[in-house]
C-alpha cells in the first residue's frame, strides 16, 4: 500500500477534466503532469460553447485560482435565457427557462475555457505523448507508457483520454461504451452579417432544439455572445496566457442518424457539410441560412455513445474521468460537467489522502464509489432524453411536432 506523502500523479489527455484535475492538484502543490496525444494546445479547431451547469461551475470555482475563475464568468455569455423546443418550422412547442444567476448556469466558449485551464501549467502539459498502457514498476510504483516508447513515473495514474480511450481496455476492462443509432454533424456561423445579428431578437437568448417532420433527425442552434472580449479579460487576469479572438458566433448541430452519414465521408469536412446542408433542407429559411454560412474548419462528427457502468477496476492506483468513463450524447448538457465534476471530487479526495497519510488506493476507490452512481445517472437521462427527442416512437413525435406547436403564436416569420 502506498504512503501518500509524496504523491506524484500523470494524467493521460489534456482536455477539460484532465486540466481541471491538474490545475486542482497543482494549486494544493502536489506534483502533476499532463501527457496529451495532439502534438499542440490548439491543433484541432474546438469551435463550439458548452453550457456548464451548477456542477460545472463549482468545480471550477474549486479548482482554479481566483483570477482564472473569474476569467470563465467575464468572457461567458450573459446568465439565463431559454432552451426551447421547437417544430421544424420553428414554432415553439415548450420551452425551459434558465435560472438568471450567474452561477447556477453558464455559456462559455470552449476553446476560451481550455486556455483558461491550460494558464499556468505549461511546464507540466506535454503534447504529443499517446498514452498506451499502464504498467507497475519504477520508483514511485506505476509508470504511464506511451506510443513513442518513453514512459513517465508516478504514484497515481489518471485516464482521461476521452471517449476513444486507450487505457479503458486495460483500467475498466468491459466497460466499453456502445454504440447508439444517433450522431450529429455540429458548425458554427459568425453571430453576426452586414453589422446585423442574424438570429432574430425573439430568439435573442434562447438556444433551440427543432424536432424534424421524420423521427430521428433535429436541428439545434444557439448564439455565444461573449460577456467580455477575451483578449481584454485575459491581458487584465492572465497576462502571458494565449488568450482566443473571441468574435459572437452561433454553434448549430443537425442530429441525425449514423447510417444517414456514410462510412467514406466520415472524415471530410466539405462533404459532412454538405450532408447537413441537404438533410437540413426541410427546416426553416433562417436553419438553412445558418448552414449556409457555416465556417467549414469548423465542422465537427459526433457519433453518439453511452457508456457502461464499470464492474471492476483492474489497477488500483491508476482511475479514470470523464468521457473515458461515461461518454453520453449531448442531451441535457452534462457531458462536459460531470466530466468537470469528477476532476474536482478526484482532486479533493487526493489532497485528503496526503493530509491525512492515507493510502491513495483508498482515495481512489471512495473517488469511484462517489462518480459512478451520479455519472451513470447523467448517461441514463441524457440516453432517455435522447430516445424521448429523436426517437421512433410515434406519439410523443406526434405530439412535439404536430399538436403542441399549434397551440403557439409562429415565432420567427419565414420571411
Ligand atoms: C457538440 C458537443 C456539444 C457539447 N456540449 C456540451 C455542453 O453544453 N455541456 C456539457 O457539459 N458537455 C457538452 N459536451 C460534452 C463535453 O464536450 C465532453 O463531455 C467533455 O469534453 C469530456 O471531457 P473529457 O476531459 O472527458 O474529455 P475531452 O475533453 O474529450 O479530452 C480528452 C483529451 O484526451 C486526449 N487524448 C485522447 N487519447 C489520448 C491518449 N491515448 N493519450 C493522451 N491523450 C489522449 C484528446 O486529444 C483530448 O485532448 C458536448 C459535446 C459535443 C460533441
Known amino acids: 500500500m502506498g504512503v501518500s506523502t509524496d504523491i506524484s500523479v500523470a494524467i493521460a489527455g489534456a482536455g477539460l477534466s484532465g486540466l481541471c484535475l491538474a490545475q486542482h492538484l497543482l494549486r494544493a502543490g502536489i506534483d502533476v503532469h499532463v501527457y496529451e496525444r495532439d502534438p499542440g494546445p490548439f491543433v484541432r479547431r474546438q469551435g463550439y460553447r458548452i453550457i456548464l451547469d451548477r456542477y460545472g461551475l463549482e468545480a471550477l470555482r474549486e479548482s482554479l485560482p481566483r483570477p482564472l475563475y473569474n476569467l470563465a464568468l467575464t468572457t461567458g455569455d450573459e446568465p439565463g435565457g431559454q432552451l426551447r423546443f421547437t417544430d421544424s418550422?420553428?414554432?415553439?412547442?415548450?420551452?425551459?427557462?434558465?435560472?438568471?444567476?450567474?452561477?447556477?448556469?453558464?455559456?462559455?466558449?470552449?476553446?476560451?475555457?481550455?486556455s483558461i485551464l491550460q494558464s499556468g501549467l505549461h511546464q507540466r502539459i506535454h503534447y504529443g505523448k499517446q498514452a498506451v498502457a499502464v504498467e507497475n514498476g519504477g520508483p514511485a510504483g506505476l509508470r504511464l507508457r506511451f506510443a513513442d516508447g518513453g514512459a513517465a513515473p508516478a504514484t497515481v495514474v489518471v485516464g482521461a483520454d476521452g471517449v476513444g480511450s486507450a487505457l479503458r481496455a486495460q483500467l475498466m476492462p468491459d466497460a466499453d461504451p456502445a454504440n447508439t443509432p444517433m450522431a450529429g454533424i455540429y458548425g458554427r456561423?459568425?453571430?453576426?452579417?452586414?453589422?446585423?445579428?442574424?438570429?432574430?431578437?425573439?430568439?435573442?437568448?434562447?438556444g433551440v432544439l427543432a424536432i424534424g417532420d421524420r423521427p430521428g433527425r433535429a436541428f439545434f442552434f444557439t448564439s455565444m455572445r461573449f460577456g467580455e472580449n477575451p483578449q481584454e479579460a485575459f491581458a487584465r487576469l492572465a497576462p502571458g496566457s494565449y488568450?482566443?479572438?473571441?468574435?459572437?458566433?452561433?454553434?448549430?448541430?443537425?442530429?441525425?442518424?449514423?447510417?444517414?452519414?456514410?462510412?467514406?465521408?466520415?472524415?471530410?469536412?466539405?462533404?459532412?457539410?454538405?450532408?447537413?446542408?441537404?438533410?437540413?433542407?426541410?427546416?426553416?429559411?433562417?436553419?438553412?441560412?445558418?448552414?449556409?454560412?457555416?465556417?467549414?474548419?469548423?465542422?465537427?462528427?459526433?457519433?453518439?455513445?453511452?457508456?457502461?457502468?464499470?464492474?471492476r477496476w483492474a489497477v488500483p492506483r491508476a482511475t479514470m474521468m470523464g468521457d473515458a468513463v461515461h461518454v453520453m450524447p449531448p442531451f441535457g448538457a452534462h457531458g462536459g460537467n460531470t466530466a468537470l465534476r469528477d476532476a474536482a471530487l478526484l482532486g479533493r479526495k487526493l489532497v485528503e489522502a496526503r493530509a491525512s497519510g492515507a493510502p491513495v488506493e483508498e482515495a481512489i476507490a471512495r473517488y469511484q464509489d462517489e462518480m459512478v452512481p451520479y455519472a451513470f445517472r447523467a448517461v441514463d437521462t441524457a440516453a432517455r432524453l435522447m430516445r424521448r427527442l429523436t426517437g421512433e416512437a410515434a406519439a410523443p413525435h406526434w405530439v412535439l411536432t404536430r399538436v403542441l406547436p399549434r397551440l403557439h403564436r409562429v415565432t420567427v416569420p419565414e420571411a
Not at 94 to 114: E, N
Open 189 to 206: 456561423s459568425p453571430l453576426e452579417r452586414n453589422g446585423q445579428s442574424v438570429i432574430p431578437d425573439a430568439l435573442r437568448t434562447s
Open 89 to 114: 418550422r420553428l414554432r415553439d412547442a415548450f420551452s425551459i427557462t434558465f435560472k438568471d444567476d450567474p452561477y447556477a448556469t453558464r455559456q462559455v466558449d470552449r476553446l476560451t475555457l481550455r
Open 243 to 311: 488568450a482566443p479572438t473571441g468574435y459572437d458566433y452561433v454553434m448549430w448541430g443537425l442530429l441525425l442518424r449514423q447510417e444517414e452519414v456514410p462510412i467514406g465521408i466520415r472524415g471530410d469536412l466539405l462533404a459532412l457539410w454538405r450532408q447537413a446542408s441537404l438533410m437540413s433542407g426541410d427546416f426553416h429559411p433562417l436553419v438553412r441560412r445558418l448552414v449556409g454560412t457555416a465556417e467549414l474548419d469548423a465542422t465537427v462528427l459526433n457519433l453518439f455513445a453511452t457508456g457502461q457502468r464499470p464492474q
